[in-house]
């Protein structure tokens, strides 16, 4: 019996070691290398930073003090360590705590868009793979601030994650009409991507908060209808609430820690407008100031969380615009890109003050003169507003706006997949230049750094009418854009390179 009882404490002392060993790993097990921070890490192996200095060019918001815990990528305290072996393995065989940083070809495409998620798993699998085939480089997209009525915000919908908004137990509608102080709401808007927003995009503890109710996590603003990008209260007592939907993961936090894990950098996507009721390609400009105080808001929570890490390089202009010959046409995009560039160089820090823009031109014949395709660029250029701006042009080889094809190709037959576009006719016939030419001309721009995004689907396919682009084709859209541009990436991961197999005809091929 004595020595029945003797090994009963013996494996009581060795579960609670390994319990004890577990908590101090954590579940990633390591710290992103390169991260330039020497911030807490958290149970998940992501580092969160200290907080960073306000940049320069605003006074400072008022931001409640940092709690007593090192705080979480959500701005919360950091949940207790999870052992490893609970969360560890992926269903796709890869492993969050041992991370495969081999390069197994390194393609020219350099970097790719990406759609961000809040589940660990999916998030290593997509930089893992990107990593694999040679890409240093993630863009992410903005969600849409969305005008909404008061009956939308709470309708009872299965669609409609906001239709749980409250705060304290009363509706939240309700409980922000209180806090304007005798005031109004003007307008609604709701913003959904996923994002755990910290206590630094929270400037007015008087008009802005957390909840977290059983249907979700909310954050919410009141944003004055006249001011600076960073005032709290309006002198008409007049507000715009925004109401933001996420979770106790930050999709943003993942997708940056693991970047860094792998050496790679991420420009996320900033808020854009909804399209313009009556002119569907171009921005609604219709609530501008909110846009703008808005966005304030997003980047200041940026600086904090991601500010010191190396993996964190920018942001990027989720408003995509075509280009016009006649500015008038698409000069709200314009204002939006001089905007949010602004808010970029007082909200980041000078290092972090990169804005990769995207713009797409149509070089079929009767559109665009390939003579505006300079001036059409430089005046996007021309909104930098000090910000450094990487001008990344769509090559239209995938929607079939602008024609893929080499010199002395222009007799040949379009390819098949191009005739909805352009018919059956010839490239020469079909297009006024090719994509060589399209960016040619974007590298005469004064004051940008010159990428391509190339376009890896065609235009048949299921996919928003597209479907996988061809390897060879891709091969032909990279060789057009190189000798012009200093860096290849390309839309999108998610569907076009990982879903449909093409990432793994790169990698096969060597």
Known sequence: MRRGALLAVVLVVAVALSTL????????????????????????????PAPASPPSGEAAPSVPPAPSVAPSPSGEAAPSATPAATVA????????????????????????????????????????????????????????????????????????????????????????TARTGGGRIRDVYTYANKSAFSDAALFCPRRDGRSRTPDGDFTWWLL???????????????????????????????????????????YLGMPRPRPDPGVGFVADASYTQTLGGFTSRVLADWDRKFGRLDAFAGAYQTVETAVFTNADVWRPNLKVYELQNRIVGFRLPKAKQRVVV????????GALPVSAVRPSFQQIADTAAGVRMILAPQDGGGTGRVGAFRPGDGGT????????????????????????????????????????????????????????????VLDTQVALARPHVQKVIAYRWDEYLDGSGLADQIRARG
């Open 89 to 176: 393995a992926c269903p796709w065989g890869g492993r969050l705590d041992r991370p495969d940083r081999s390069v197994e070809v390194d393609y020219p495409v350099s970097g790719y868009f990406m759609l961000t998620t809040a589940d660990r798993c999916a998030t290593r699998a997509k930089v893992q793979g990107a990593h694999a085939i040679g890409a240093d480089t993630i863009v992410t997209f903005g969600a849409e601030l969305t005008p909404v009525t008061v009956g939308a915000l709470r309708r009872p919908a299965k669609d409609n994650p906001f239709a749980g908004f409250a705060v304290d137990g009363t509706d939240g509608y309700r409980y922000a």
């Open 21 to 48: 060993l577990l908590a101090r790993v954590g579940v990633g097990g390591e710290q992103p290398p390169g991260s330039g921070t020497s911030g807490a890490t958290t149970a998940a192996g992501v580092v969160s």
């Open 358 to 365: 995207s713009p797409y031109a149509d070089l079929r014949r």
């Open 224 to 266: 004055p209808v006249e001011g600076g990008y960073s005032d709290c209260d309006s002198p008409s007592r007049t507000y715009d609430l925004v109401v933001s939907y996420g979770g106790s993961v930050d999709a943003d936090t993942l997708l940056v820690a693991d970047a860094a894990r792998f050496g790679m950098s991420v």
């Open 413 to 472: 037959r379009v390819r098949a997949d191009l005739r909805g576009v352009v018919g059956r006719t010839t490239y020469g016939a079909a297009y006024a230049a090719s994509t060589a030419t399209l960016y040619a001309e974007a590298s005469r721009v004064r004051g940008v750094t010159l990428w391509a995004n190339v376009e890896a689907f065609r235009p048949p396919g299921q996919v928003g009418h597209r479907a996988p682009g061809r390897l060879d």
